[in-house]
C-alpha cells in the first residue's frame, strides 16, 4: 500500500510564505509525475502545480511567479514553496502522485489527506 502524507499547512498572513511537503511511503517502485492541488470552501479541486520525475514543471496561472514546485526523488518527497500568499490561495491542498507498486506495475494517482493553508488579510 502507498500513502502520501502532507505537512507544513498553516495560518500566514498576506505577502507571507509557506513550504509544504508530501512524502510517500509504502511498496513503491517508482514514481513518475507528482503535483499539488487546492480545493477552496465550496470550490473544485484545482491543479496548482506538478513536476514530472524529470524535473520539468507545470503550473497554475494564478500561482506562476510566486510558487515553486520541486522534489527529492531519493526522499519520495515534493515540495510546495509558495511566496506572496494572498487570501484567495485559502484553500487545503492535496499532494498527488503517479506510483508503480511492487505489486503492480501500472501506475496509479494516489492522493494525500490534504493540509489546510489559511492566509489572512
Not at 510566486?66 to 526523488?73: E, K, M, T, Y
Not at 485559502?90 to 502522485?97: E, F, G
Amino acid at each position: 500500500q502507498v500513502q502520501l502524507v502532507e505537512s507544513g499547512g498553516g495560518l500566514v498572513q498576506a505577502g507571507g510564505s509557506l513550504r509544504l511537503s508530501c512524502a510517500a511511503s509504502g511498496s513503491i517502485f517508482s514514481i513518475n509525475a507528482m503535483g499539488w492541488y487546492r480545493q477552496a470552501p465550496g470550490k473544485q479541486r484545482d491543479l496548482v502545480a506538478t513536476i514530472t520525475n524529470g524535473g520539468s514543471t507545470n503550473y497554475a496561472d494564478s500561482v506562476k511567479g510566486r510558487f515553486a514546485i520541486s522534489r527529492d526523488n531519493a526522499k519520495n518527497t515534493v515540495y510546495l514553496q509558495m511566496n506572496s500568499l494572498k487570501p484567495e490561495d485559502t484553500a487545503v491542498y492535496y499532494c498527488n502522485a503517479n506510483i508503480a507498486t511492487t505489486k503492480n506495475p501500472f501506475a496509479i494517482y494516489y492522493w494525500g489527506k490534504g493540509t489546510l493553508v489559511t492566509v489572512s488579510s
